[in-house]
């Protein structure tokens, strides 16, 4: 059997993607956004070419930063100045320090905070994509999301944390409406609270 079968490298694996050798570099490494059509020419040539990454190198990348991430859409907010309050005192206690962070909902965003290699990240947000979260996981960032609405069929290295929010949302709308001509306020920590008046309905 021939074992002199030349090595394919990060070049042949670009060559044959199309693509250039720092996307390679990304997709192999999952420290930088990559656009879904490019990444999956990526993983097609790596398959196809049996490209096997220098493990020695990818090693070297694997050391703790004890940083955690708290991303939220409202960082203003005092309900979420609450919540990072609590958590700092555990993961400080833990030897982990937990940064609060604007969600910004952007592929860029999403690279650089993959890019600073958290050990953790905590989301708390209405609006980012599970497509983001699906990136998060794959760079091997466990991921916490607080429940704010139903999550089914989390990635790898994510949990949902029941936040109340879903379940109030669910539990408040009876009221709401049975009380026709009552105007009532609706808080989001997402969003500054808001006037709700039931819509009138013509009586048939």
């Given at each position: ?18 693509v ?20 999956a ?19 070297l ?109 669910r ?34």
């Amino acid at each position: 059997m021939n074992q002199s079968r030349e090595r394919v490298t990060r070049a042949d694996v670009a060559r044959e993607a199309g693509v250039s050798e720092t996307i390679v570099s990304y997709v192999v490494n999952n420290n930088r956004y990559v656009a879904r059509e490019k990444r999956a020419r990526v993983e097609e040539a790596i398959a196809k070419l049996h490209y096997r990454p220098n493990n020695v190198a990818r090693a070297l990348k694997g050391k703790r930063s004890n940083q955690l991430l708290f991303i939220a859409d409202q960082i203003t907010n005092e309900y979420f100045s609450r919540i990072v309050s609590a958590m700092d005192r555990y993961a400080y206690e833990a030897g982990f320090l937990i940064s609060l962070c604007a969600n910004r909902n952007t592929p860029e965003f999403v690279s650089q905070v993959i890019s600073r290699q958290y050990d953790g990240i905590i989301i708390s947000s209405t609006s980012i994509p599970m497509e983001y979260v699906e990136y998060f996981s794959k760079a091997g960032i466990p991921v916490v999301l607080f429940e704010h609405r139903r999550h089914d069929g989390l990635p790898a290295n994510v949990a949902a944390l029941a936040s109340g929010l879903y379940s109030g949302a669910r539990e408040g709308g009876p009221p709401l409406d049975r009380d026709r001509q009552e105007k009532h306020y609706l808080y989001r920590p997402d969003q500054p609270p808001r006037q709700y008046q039931r819509p009138h309905r013509s009586e048939a």
